[in-house]
């Protein structure tokens, strides 16, 4: 049976900061912790240069492995991880929740994109050895 705590990266939409969040989650951290995004509510898709960046620098195409999600659409975390919409998310039973304060590169150049890309994999690695040390 699976042990892996359940870590859910929420953001307003579930288009962009909290789909790439869940690539490189489970991409860099799938033996340390389960990795789902969710939406309060959703776009009909995610960002096409968040898709396009993340396929060129990481070789994981979000279109065939991922899809926007509600918060009830997903198993019952065990942390969540608020990507920093500046509003109020859902209480969600259970939870540990952590804010990481990220800005949405939405209609910004590829170069910011790819920096709030490196500040996602450096915090989901910081995040796997500490739930690593907890276990």
């Not at 288009?15 to 989650?25: K, N």
């Not at 309060?40 to 070789?59: F, G, Q, S, Y």
């Not at 500046?86 to 150049?109: F, K």
Request: glycine share 4%; charged share 30%.
């Amino acid at each position: 049976m699976n042990n892996r705590p359940k870590v859910a990266f929420v953001c307003v939409h579930n288009s962009c900061r909290s789909q790439m969040a869940e690539a490189l989650g489970k991409k860099l951290a799938a033996d340390v912790f389960d990795s789902y995004s969710a939406g309060t509510e959703i776009k009909d898709h995610i960002n096409p240069d968040a898709v396009r960046i993340m396929k060129k620098l990481h070789d994981v195409d979000m279109e065939k492995t991922q899809y926007n999600k509600l918060i009830e659409d997903i198993p019952t975390p065990d942390v969540v991880v608020t990507m920093g919409c500046n509003v109020t998310c859902p209480y969600i039973p259970r939870a540990s929740v952590e804010g990481w304060g990220l800005d949405d590169p939405t209609g910004e150049p590829d170069e910011v994109f790819e920096q709030t890309i490196r500040v996602i994999e450096e915090k989901i690695l910081d995040l796997a050895n500490r739930l690593k040390s907890d276990l």
